[in-house]
């Protein structure tokens, strides 16, 4: 189900702030691409959905080659130049299903939570073919409906990971897709990262609203949940910090000859 969310309205002023992640965070992903990724360097990579750009400066310092964030949003890409400058990314006006890149000009695609963001998949797909060269890697960051993970502030939002089920794609879908259009699968790559270094700077951090599945969700929910996962965050305070950590999935596919 493509529920349509409006980054421009008003999550591109919280984005940044409520999705921040640590270095250390941003590191365990960058070794995540980088084992999935093809050997040679440098590679040209396209950052699909690249939003503030919270991941772009450091895939350049990564591979070594230019790196193209593509993202529909005018009020993203404004905060992504200002927050994540770097000498060899380029942020583009785009979206999945017209990327400004020529025929076979990357190596090595990402996907950053943005699978479920793309209104006509298909077309998305076909584009991400066009523009990768044969033997390029795609690296899609994404939850799967059905098998969602743990994720902490599921416990204080009764309903999210009912809404998650709803908006994001099934795995074997997105790879009978992929499938078609000459994307074949690699492999599923699971990724434990450590979202905050506690409960109180996780909570300080959501209370933002930067997290997209609450646009789909009432007033009456958000609040209630809001007030639950602040209490836990207040009962942990003087504790010893507890991180937290979430496991996520890297789905892994590769543009096949021809």
Known sequence: ????????????????????????????????????????????????????????????????????????????????????PHERVSYLDGRAEAIPLPDNSCDLSVMFLVLHHIEHRMLGVKELARVLRPGARLCVHSGFSGQMHDHVWYRYFTRAREVDDLVFPRLDEVIAQ????????????????????????????????????????????????????????????????EPVIQTADLLVLERLDG
């Open 178 to 241: 992929f499938a078609d259009a000459g994307i074949g699968y690699v492999g599923l790559d699971q990724v434990d990262q450590q979202v905050a270094a506690s409960l109180p700077a996780y909570f300080e951090r959501f209370r933002h609203r930067s997290f997209s599945t609450l646009q789909h969700m009432t007033e009456d929910e958000i609040a209630e949940g809001m007030a639950a996962m602040q209490r836990a965050a207040e009962a942990a305070e003087g504790a010893p910090p």
């Open 1 to 84: 189900m493509h529920i349509r969310v409006d980054y421009d309205e008003g999550l591109h002023a919280v984005y940044e702030r409520g999705r921040v992640l640590p270095p250390e965070t941003v590191a365990t992903w960058m070794a995540a691409l980088e084992r999935n990724a093809p050997a040679r360097r440098p590679l040209t990579v396209l950052d699909l959905g690249s939003g503030t750009g919270r991941f772009s400066d450091a895939i350049a310092d990564t591979f070594g080659g230019p790196v193209y964030g593509v993202e529909p949003s005018t009020r993203m890409r404004e905060v992504a130049e200002a927050a994540h």
